[in-house]
């Protein structure tokens, strides 16, 4: 035998070698650092889309013994709140007293997206812990929750008086969302 033919087949072989062991390593590393970044985040930071845009256009049917379904040409002339719900999320529970408190003190319209639930389950949800919603629209299908960038619910939006998404808040509105960032939010709107 030659010596080329000694040596070629040889360095060939073993940069495949070194290939095939580096590049799992580096498919790993970049998953993990992916991974790394994206636990550092804030789940409810999760930016929008829709932010800067007006309200996809929308006309829904009121919930069951409701008499205002909701639209979009509802929502222009006044800074709102758009807020996601359903009678079979637990977290809508926890922020529905909150919206009770700004809809008795009268501080901004706040229109309700039943978003996936059953009429009557909407209804009795509604009339058992109290309606704080200027207008109800019966999203059954999810497909304007879709339109609006809906991950989950709930999920609330403020909307400027020309019809435009400011801000998109995803999870429970707690009292310090409402104090810290979106009632002063709302206050600059208008």
């Not at 040889?10 to 290939?19: I, T, Y």
């Not at 789940?43 to 639209?71: A, D, N, T, W």
């Not at 058992?128 to 059954?140: C, E, F, I």
Request: proline residues 8%.
């Amino acid at each position: 035998m030659t010596e080329r033919a000694l040596t070629s087949p040889r360095p060939a072989a073993n940069a495949l070698r070194r290939l095939g062991f580096l590049l799992p390593v580096a498919v790993f590393v970049l998953v993990t650092v992916g991974l790394g970044i994206g636990l550092t985040r804030n789940p409810q930071e999760i930016p929008s889309v829709l932010i800067g845009k007006p309200v996809p256009e929308f006309s829904l049917p009121p919930v069951q013994g409701r008499r205002l379904g909701l639209s979009s040409s509802d929502l222009e002339g006044e800074v709102s709140l758009v807020n996601v719900f359903a009678s079979w999320c637990t977290a809508c529970r926890y922020e529905h007293p909150l919206f009770m408190q700004l809809e008795e003190d009268g501080v901004v319209p706040i229109h309700g997206l039943n978003y996936k639930d059953r009429p009557e389950d909407a209804a009795r949800w509604l009339n058992n812990l109290g309606d704080p919603y200027t207008r109800t629209g019966a999203d059954l299908d999810g497909r304007i929750g879709i339109e609006w960038g809906v991950y989950g619910v709930p999920e609330s939006f403020v909307i400027s008086q020309d019809g435009v998404i400011v801000h998109k808040h995803i999870g429970p509105v707690s009292a310090k969302d409402l104090e810290q960032t979106i009632l002063p939010l709302i206050e600059r709107l208008r």
